[in-house]
């Protein structure tokens, strides 16, 4: 069964929205590609980071930082100062050095150091 061509369209300023003929297009059809979500996020409870390894939690503080209070240095750094790592149950620092090396071993991060100063940290891939 095939469709009769459709008529041609002239649109009058005293028409209805209802008089209006409506046709659905693809994406495709229109020359559009489909794109993936930009961001998807799953809301993790704070009561519930201790369930977390450390270095899982800082990747979870560094996300949080970035998206919350931005880069600190040009190129994407973001600095994780104790104030905040705190809050994501990272109070020792020896704790908060070995999930740092962790995360940088694992390639998901990658990590400057400074003497004296916070560590800066950037996605080795961006999410975004």
């Known amino acids: 069964m095939a469709k009769a061509p459709p008529a041609t369209f002239v649109y009058r300023a005293d028409m209805s929205a209802d008089e209006i003929p409506v046709e659905q297009v693809s994406l495709g059809a229109i020359g559009a590609v489909h794109a ?29 930082a970035r998206d919350v209070f931005g880069e600190d240095a040009p190129g994407g750094w973001t600095k994780l100062g104790s104030g905040l790592t705190e809050r994501f149950g990272l109070t020792d620092r020896y ?18 150091r400074r003497v004296g100063a916070c560590t800066l940290l950037r996605l080795a891939v961006d999410l975004k």
């Open 36 to 64: 993936l979500r930009p961001a998807e996020y799953a809301k993790v409870p704070s009561a519930l980071y201790p369930l977390f390894q450390p270095a899982d939690r800082l990747l979870l503080c560094f996300i949080f």
């Open 95 to 112: 704790i908060r050095r070995r999930a740092i090396k962790t995360v940088e071993r694992d390639g998901r991060v990658e990590v400057r």
